[in-house]
Structures are given as C-alpha cells and as structure tokens.
C-alpha cells in the first residue's frame, strides 16, 4: 500500500514557475514508478511526467522541456518543477505510483496503480 500526498498548487502568471511535491508513505517507494497527471476542467486526466527506480524520466510533448520530474529515494518524494507556465496548464494536478507501468502503458492512469488527492494549479494569463 501506498499513500501519496501531493502539495505546492497555487494561482501563478503566465510565464511563472511552481514547484509541485509529493510525499508517499511505504518502504518500498523506490522500487515504484512516480508520475504526474492532469485533469483540467472538463477534460479526461492527462499524463504530465513519469520517472523510475532509475530516475530516468518521460515526458510527452506538451510539457517536454519545461517540466522536470525528479525523485528522492531517501526521501520518498517526487517533484515537478513546473516553469514557463501557460493558462492551459490549469488543472489539477495528481501523483501517481505503479509497477510494471511501461509495460502497461505510462501514459494510460489505467496503468498506475496509487493516487494522491490532487493540488490544484491555476496559470492567469
């Protein structure tokens, strides 16, 4: 079992910077995959970032080269450093951990298998 805690949302300018964290419970946290979705207000929940035990990273086009993912295995905590936002980064924003998640899919939330609660991220243009 797995529990994630995300923190950090807040209403920021267009252009801004944020920092999204995400604290997970379990001994087992680096063995996991962490991600990041989205789910923007009448839309279907999105896939952001992904790193694994590895801390290797994938990120799909739409935020390639503006948001970084890390982790800190010491720490159980992932990051998204989010920067040259734009108002249609606004969403909420989930944590994610699964097994075996490129196997299933990375970009599918079918394939992960812990949720954290969401943290609200509002860009203002």
């Known amino acids: 079992q797995v529990q994630l805690v995300e923190s950090g949302g807040g209403l920021v300018q267009a252009g801004g910077s944020l920092r999204l964290s995400c604290a997970a419970s379990?001994?087992?946290?680096?063995?996991?995959?962490m991600g990041w979705f989205r789910r923007a207000p009448g839309k279907e929940r999105e896939f952001v970032a992904a790193?694994?035990?590895?801390?290797?990273?994938y990120y799909p086009n739409s935020v390639k080269g503006r948001f970084t993912i890390s982790r800190d295995n010491a720490k159980n905590t992932v990051d998204l450093q989010m920067t040259s936002l734009k108002p249609e980064d606004t969403a909420v924003y989930y944590c994610?951990?699964?097994?075996?998640?490129?196997?299933?899919?990375?970009?599918?939330?079918?394939?992960?298998?812990?949720w954290g609660q969401g943290t609200q991220v509002t860009v203002s243009s």
């Open positions: 994610a951990a699964g097994l075996n998640t490129q196997a299933r899919g990375v970009s599918s939330p079918r394939s992960w298998d812990y």
């Open positions: 379990g001994r087992t946290f680096s063995s996991y995959a």
């Open positions: 790193t694994w035990s590895d801390s290797s990273t």
